[in-house]
């Protein structure tokens, strides 16, 4: 990943589109547990559904320099997830980490099976 998110989620969208219609479902879970294996067998340190105090990410990852808080959503909009995110505070117990975190809101788009729009948002 080293830092670039952008092309990162360039290249997850390019594997979600690879996988057969057959094989897949439009739930959330589907999505976020081939988010989560994939950024395992890169090696990173991932985890899903991350309690906090009032609520839970869909996954964090993290990285020697940064921190990245992902919210997804199917058929909704980037928009909708940074709003959970920061209204749950999702971020809140990494900004004392001495790591940058980032917030990615991102959608899950059930017609073509693969990751839509996202926006990042840097803290």
Known sequence: MKGD???????????????PY??????EKHYQTIFY?????????????????????DVVIKMPDAVYVLEFKVDG????????INSKQYAIPYEI???KVVKVGANFDSATRTLGEWEIEYS
């Not at 998110?5 to 996988?19: A, K, M, N």
């Not at 057959?22 to 739930?27: F, G, P, R, T």
């Open 5 to 19: 998110i952008e092309q990162c989620l360039l290249r997850t969208r390019s594997f979600f589109s690879s996988i």
């Open 77 to 84: 909009t980037p928009e909708e997830a940074l709003v959970q």
């Open 97 to 99: 980490a001495h790591r």
């Open 37 to 57: 294996l994939l950024f395992r067998l890169m090696g990173q340190y991932v985890d899903v559904e991350v309690k906090n105090a009032i609520g839970r990410a």
């Open 22 to 27: 057959d094989l897949e479902n439009n739930q």
